[in-house]
Protein backbone atom coordinates (compact mmCIF):
# COMPACT_ATOMS: atom_id res chain seq x y z
CA UNK A 1 0.00 0.00 0.00
CA UNK A 2 2.71 2.48 1.11
CA UNK A 3 4.35 1.70 -2.41
CA UNK A 4 1.01 2.81 -4.39
CA UNK A 5 0.56 6.14 -2.31
CA UNK A 6 4.45 6.32 -3.71
CA UNK A 7 4.11 5.98 -6.83
CA UNK A 8 0.77 8.04 -6.56
CA UNK A 9 2.73 10.80 -5.43
CA UNK A 10 5.58 10.97 -7.81
CA UNK A 11 2.91 10.62 -10.38
CA UNK A 12 1.03 13.47 -8.94
CA UNK A 13 3.20 16.61 -11.05
CA UNK A 14 3.00 15.11 -14.51
CA UNK A 15 -0.98 14.90 -13.94
CA UNK A 16 -0.86 18.22 -13.11
CA UNK A 17 1.03 19.28 -15.89
CA UNK A 18 -1.11 17.18 -18.30
CA UNK A 19 -4.42 18.81 -16.79
CA UNK A 20 -2.65 22.19 -17.52
CA UNK A 21 -2.01 21.16 -21.01
CA UNK A 22 -5.53 20.12 -21.22
CA UNK A 23 -7.32 23.38 -19.90
CA UNK A 24 -4.94 25.83 -22.04
CA UNK A 25 -5.96 23.74 -25.06
CA UNK A 26 -9.50 24.55 -24.50
CA UNK A 27 -7.87 28.34 -23.91
CA UNK A 28 -6.51 28.42 -26.90
CA UNK A 29 -9.63 27.19 -28.75
CA UNK A 30 -11.89 29.96 -27.60
CA UNK A 31 -9.13 32.85 -27.79
CA UNK A 32 -9.40 32.03 -31.50
CA UNK A 33 -13.19 31.73 -31.82
CA UNK A 34 -13.43 35.08 -30.04
CA UNK A 35 -10.52 36.59 -31.53
CA UNK A 36 -13.09 38.79 -33.42
CA UNK A 37 -15.77 39.71 -30.48
CA UNK A 38 -13.41 40.11 -27.56
CA UNK A 39 -10.21 42.79 -27.44
CA UNK A 40 -7.23 40.95 -26.72
CA UNK A 41 -6.20 43.03 -23.78
CA UNK A 42 -10.16 43.31 -22.86
CA UNK A 43 -9.81 39.62 -22.66
CA UNK A 44 -6.50 39.72 -20.72
CA UNK A 45 -8.12 42.18 -18.25
CA UNK A 46 -11.36 40.15 -17.40
CA UNK A 47 -9.46 36.81 -17.53
CA UNK A 48 -7.69 37.81 -14.63
CA UNK A 49 -10.08 39.80 -12.79
CA UNK A 50 -12.37 36.89 -12.70
CA UNK A 51 -9.01 35.11 -11.37
CA UNK A 52 -8.60 37.15 -8.53
CA UNK A 53 -12.56 37.39 -7.46
CA UNK A 54 -12.15 33.32 -7.48
CA UNK A 55 -9.00 33.75 -5.22
CA UNK A 56 -9.87 36.03 -2.88
CA UNK A 57 -11.66 34.28 -0.51
CA UNK A 58 -8.79 31.53 -0.41
CA UNK A 59 -6.00 34.27 -0.28
CA UNK A 60 -7.41 37.05 2.30
CA UNK A 61 -7.28 35.56 5.69
CA UNK A 62 -3.49 33.94 4.01
CA UNK A 63 -2.30 37.22 2.85
CA UNK A 64 -1.18 39.14 6.68
CA UNK A 65 0.73 36.11 7.45
CA UNK A 66 2.11 35.50 3.96
CA UNK A 67 3.13 39.09 3.07
CA UNK A 68 6.80 39.59 4.25
CA UNK A 69 7.37 36.00 2.08
CA UNK A 70 5.79 38.51 -0.76
CA UNK A 71 7.32 41.54 0.36
CA UNK A 72 10.73 39.79 0.27
CA UNK A 73 10.25 37.74 -3.32
CA UNK A 74 8.68 41.13 -4.90
CA UNK A 75 10.69 41.08 -8.19
CA UNK A 76 9.98 37.26 -9.08
CA UNK A 77 6.70 38.40 -7.95
CA UNK A 78 6.62 41.18 -10.57
CA UNK A 79 8.48 39.60 -13.37
CA UNK A 80 6.42 36.55 -13.08
CA UNK A 81 3.26 38.84 -13.25
CA UNK A 82 4.62 40.46 -16.38
CA UNK A 83 5.69 37.57 -18.23
CA UNK A 84 3.01 34.93 -17.21
CA UNK A 85 -0.18 37.20 -16.97
CA UNK A 86 0.58 40.53 -19.19
CA UNK A 87 2.66 39.35 -22.07
CA UNK A 88 2.29 35.88 -22.90
CA UNK A 89 -1.83 35.68 -22.67
CA UNK A 90 -1.82 39.60 -24.56
CA UNK A 91 0.63 39.22 -27.36
CA UNK A 92 -1.43 35.02 -28.34
CA UNK A 93 -4.60 36.82 -28.28
CA UNK A 94 -3.38 39.70 -30.19
CA UNK A 95 -1.68 37.50 -32.63
CA UNK A 96 -5.13 35.34 -33.50
CA UNK A 97 -6.10 38.55 -35.42
CA UNK A 98 -3.58 37.52 -38.29
CA UNK A 99 -1.92 34.37 -37.93
CA UNK A 100 -3.95 31.16 -38.62
CA UNK A 101 -4.75 27.92 -36.23
CA UNK A 102 -1.91 26.06 -37.25
CA UNK A 103 1.11 28.73 -37.53
CA UNK A 104 0.67 29.48 -33.78
CA UNK A 105 0.50 25.25 -32.66
CA UNK A 106 3.73 25.10 -34.87
CA UNK A 107 5.68 28.04 -33.34
CA UNK A 108 4.03 27.33 -29.87
CA UNK A 109 5.83 24.12 -30.02
CA UNK A 110 9.22 26.12 -29.45
CA UNK A 111 8.45 26.63 -25.75
CA UNK A 112 10.06 23.38 -24.99
CA UNK A 113 13.32 24.40 -26.25
CA UNK A 114 13.19 27.95 -24.77
CA UNK A 115 12.98 26.59 -21.51
CA UNK A 116 15.56 24.30 -21.34
CA UNK A 117 17.95 27.04 -23.91
CA UNK A 118 16.97 29.42 -20.64
CA UNK A 119 17.40 26.50 -17.84
CA UNK A 120 20.96 25.80 -19.31
CA UNK A 121 22.16 29.64 -19.24
CA UNK A 122 20.49 30.86 -16.51
CA UNK A 123 21.17 27.42 -13.98
CA UNK A 124 23.57 25.57 -16.36
CA UNK A 125 20.93 23.06 -15.80
CA UNK A 126 22.19 19.90 -18.45
CA UNK A 127 19.96 17.99 -20.34
CA UNK A 128 20.54 14.49 -20.92
CA UNK A 129 20.70 12.37 -24.09
CA UNK A 130 16.83 10.63 -23.48
CA UNK A 131 15.31 13.80 -23.05
CA UNK A 132 16.92 14.97 -26.21
CA UNK A 133 15.26 12.24 -28.08
CA UNK A 134 11.54 12.65 -26.27
CA UNK A 135 12.16 16.16 -27.12
CA UNK A 136 12.94 15.29 -31.19
CA UNK A 137 10.14 12.77 -30.62
CA UNK A 138 7.53 14.86 -29.31
CA UNK A 139 8.26 17.64 -32.16
CA UNK A 140 7.67 15.21 -34.95
CA UNK A 141 4.20 14.31 -33.60
CA UNK A 142 3.71 17.70 -33.29
CA UNK A 143 4.45 18.29 -36.80
CA UNK A 144 2.59 15.23 -38.01
CA UNK A 145 -0.53 16.89 -36.31
CA UNK A 146 -0.09 20.17 -38.03
CA UNK A 147 1.32 18.69 -41.58
CA UNK A 148 -1.68 16.25 -41.76
CA UNK A 149 1.14 13.70 -42.42
CA UNK A 150 1.93 15.26 -45.66
CA UNK A 151 5.26 16.36 -45.17
CA UNK A 152 5.49 18.75 -48.38
CA UNK A 153 2.68 20.75 -46.77
CA UNK A 154 5.98 22.35 -45.14
CA UNK A 155 6.30 24.48 -48.26
CA UNK A 156 3.02 26.00 -47.94
CA UNK A 157 3.43 27.47 -45.17
CA UNK A 158 3.70 31.26 -44.49
CA UNK A 159 4.37 33.59 -41.75
CA UNK A 160 3.54 36.69 -41.03
CA UNK A 161 3.30 39.27 -37.29
CA UNK A 162 0.99 37.32 -36.04
CA UNK A 163 3.47 34.44 -36.09
CA UNK A 164 6.21 36.88 -35.02
CA UNK A 165 3.89 37.81 -31.96
CA UNK A 166 3.53 33.92 -30.80
CA UNK A 167 7.33 33.37 -30.94
CA UNK A 168 7.44 36.26 -28.24
CA UNK A 169 4.44 34.94 -26.40
CA UNK A 170 6.54 31.75 -26.26
CA UNK A 171 9.89 33.11 -25.14
CA UNK A 172 8.12 34.77 -22.53
CA UNK A 173 6.33 31.46 -21.53
CA UNK A 174 10.04 29.70 -21.11
CA UNK A 175 11.41 33.21 -19.19
CA UNK A 176 8.17 32.59 -16.43
CA UNK A 177 8.81 28.97 -16.77
CA UNK A 178 12.64 29.25 -16.03
CA UNK A 179 11.62 31.75 -13.24
CA UNK A 180 9.40 29.70 -10.97
CA UNK A 181 12.46 27.44 -9.98
CA UNK A 182 13.17 30.23 -7.74
CA UNK A 183 9.54 29.77 -6.17
CA UNK A 184 9.94 30.75 -2.23
CA UNK A 185 10.23 28.47 -0.19
CA UNK A 186 7.03 28.37 2.39
CA UNK A 187 4.74 30.70 -0.06
CA UNK A 188 1.14 29.50 -0.21
CA UNK A 189 0.85 28.96 -3.73
CA UNK A 190 -2.84 30.60 -4.12
CA UNK A 191 -1.27 33.55 -2.60
CA UNK A 192 1.54 33.61 -4.62
CA UNK A 193 -0.90 33.43 -8.08
CA UNK A 194 -2.98 36.45 -6.28
CA UNK A 195 0.30 38.67 -5.69
CA UNK A 196 1.77 38.15 -9.31
CA UNK A 197 -1.87 38.54 -11.22
CA UNK A 198 -1.86 42.14 -9.22
CA UNK A 199 1.30 42.96 -10.77
CA UNK A 200 0.23 41.67 -13.92
CA UNK A 201 -3.09 43.60 -14.54
CA UNK A 202 -0.84 46.88 -13.61
CA UNK A 203 1.53 46.81 -16.03
CA UNK A 204 -1.48 45.79 -18.57
CA UNK A 205 -3.19 48.87 -17.55
CA UNK A 206 -1.49 51.00 -20.16
CA UNK A 207 -2.16 48.32 -22.78
CA UNK A 208 -5.91 48.29 -22.12
CA UNK A 209 -6.24 51.92 -21.92
CA UNK A 210 -5.22 52.56 -25.23
CA UNK A 211 -7.46 49.65 -26.44
CA UNK A 212 -10.32 52.01 -24.94
CA UNK A 213 -9.29 54.79 -26.33
CA UNK A 214 -9.24 53.64 -29.75
CA UNK A 215 -12.70 52.15 -29.32
CA UNK A 216 -12.06 48.88 -28.99
CA UNK A 217 -14.81 46.67 -26.13
CA UNK A 218 -15.98 43.51 -24.70
CA UNK A 219 -19.74 43.27 -25.35
CA UNK A 220 -20.94 41.70 -22.70
CA UNK A 221 -23.22 38.72 -23.63
CA UNK A 222 -23.44 34.81 -22.94
CA UNK A 223 -20.99 33.68 -25.29
CA UNK A 224 -18.34 36.09 -24.44
CA UNK A 225 -19.00 35.86 -20.58
CA UNK A 226 -18.95 32.02 -20.75
CA UNK A 227 -15.92 32.38 -22.25
CA UNK A 228 -13.88 34.87 -19.52
CA UNK A 229 -15.12 32.80 -16.95
CA UNK A 230 -13.54 29.56 -18.48
CA UNK A 231 -10.45 31.28 -19.12
CA UNK A 232 -10.68 33.34 -15.63
CA UNK A 233 -11.37 30.31 -13.77
CA UNK A 234 -9.88 27.18 -15.03
CA UNK A 235 -7.21 28.31 -17.69
CA UNK A 236 -6.03 31.19 -15.22
CA UNK A 237 -7.06 29.85 -11.35
CA UNK A 238 -6.66 26.00 -11.87
CA UNK A 239 -4.33 25.74 -14.96
CA UNK A 240 -1.79 28.41 -13.31
CA UNK A 241 -1.72 26.54 -10.08
CA UNK A 242 -1.32 23.40 -11.77
CA UNK A 243 1.53 24.14 -13.79
CA UNK A 244 3.31 25.99 -10.95
CA UNK A 245 3.23 22.93 -8.46
CA UNK A 246 3.96 20.34 -11.57
CA UNK A 247 7.07 22.59 -12.11
CA UNK A 248 8.55 22.90 -9.35
CA UNK A 249 8.89 19.59 -8.48
CA UNK A 250 10.20 17.96 -11.79
CA UNK A 251 11.65 21.17 -12.91
CA UNK A 252 11.14 23.27 -16.19
CA UNK A 253 13.58 21.64 -18.21
CA UNK A 254 11.18 18.12 -17.66
CA UNK A 255 8.14 19.87 -17.09
CA UNK A 256 8.11 22.08 -20.41
CA UNK A 257 8.19 19.00 -22.56
CA UNK A 258 4.24 18.90 -21.42
CA UNK A 259 3.38 21.95 -23.64
CA UNK A 260 3.79 19.75 -26.63
CA UNK A 261 0.33 18.04 -25.39
CA UNK A 262 -1.72 21.02 -26.41
CA UNK A 263 -1.77 20.27 -30.33
CA UNK A 264 -3.18 16.62 -29.28
CA UNK A 265 -5.46 18.06 -27.06
CA UNK A 266 -6.41 20.57 -29.55
CA UNK A 267 -6.51 17.29 -32.27
CA UNK A 268 -9.24 15.41 -29.69
CA UNK A 269 -11.36 18.42 -28.79
CA UNK A 270 -12.25 18.93 -32.10
CA UNK A 271 -12.75 15.76 -32.76
CA UNK A 272 -15.20 15.42 -29.81
CA UNK A 273 -16.86 18.96 -29.96
CA UNK A 274 -16.58 19.61 -33.35
CA UNK A 275 -17.44 16.47 -35.34
CA UNK A 276 -14.18 16.33 -37.06
CA UNK A 277 -12.92 12.78 -38.34
CA UNK A 278 -10.14 11.18 -36.62
CA UNK A 279 -7.52 10.55 -39.34
CA UNK A 280 -3.97 8.24 -38.97
CA UNK A 281 -1.90 11.10 -38.80
CA UNK A 282 -3.75 12.24 -35.48
CA UNK A 283 -3.36 8.82 -33.92
CA UNK A 284 0.11 8.86 -35.17
CA UNK A 285 1.48 12.25 -34.04
CA UNK A 286 -0.44 11.99 -30.27
CA UNK A 287 1.67 8.83 -30.05
CA UNK A 288 4.88 10.65 -30.50
CA UNK A 289 4.15 13.41 -28.67
CA UNK A 290 2.99 11.08 -25.42
CA UNK A 291 6.26 8.79 -26.13
CA UNK A 292 8.65 11.61 -26.46
CA UNK A 293 7.03 12.86 -22.93
CA UNK A 294 7.56 9.29 -21.53
CA UNK A 295 11.16 9.19 -22.96
CA UNK A 296 12.16 12.55 -21.81
CA UNK A 297 10.31 12.20 -18.01
CA UNK A 298 11.44 8.11 -17.97
CA UNK A 299 13.86 7.81 -14.56
CA UNK A 300 15.92 4.43 -15.05
CA UNK A 301 15.87 3.25 -11.44
CA UNK A 302 19.50 2.05 -10.63
Given at each position: MDEIYAAAGSAMPYLLLTLSALIWSGNFVISRAMNNVIPPAGFVFWRWV?????????????????????????????????????????????????????????????????????????????????????????????AAIILRGDPSRILTLTFNRGDLLVLLAAIAWGLYSVAIKRYPQGLNPFVFLFSMTVCGLVLLIPFYGYEIARGHVMTFNL???????????????????????????????????????????????????????????????????FAGIICATYKVKG
Open positions: VALVVLLPVVLPRLREQWPIVRANLPLVGISGLLGVTLFNFLIYTAMHWTTAINAALVNSAIPIFIIMFARIFYGQRVMLRQHAGIALSLVGVPTVLSVLYVGVLASVVAFTAWNHGLRQVGPHVGGQFVHLMPAFSTIMAVAFLGERLQSFHVAGIVLI
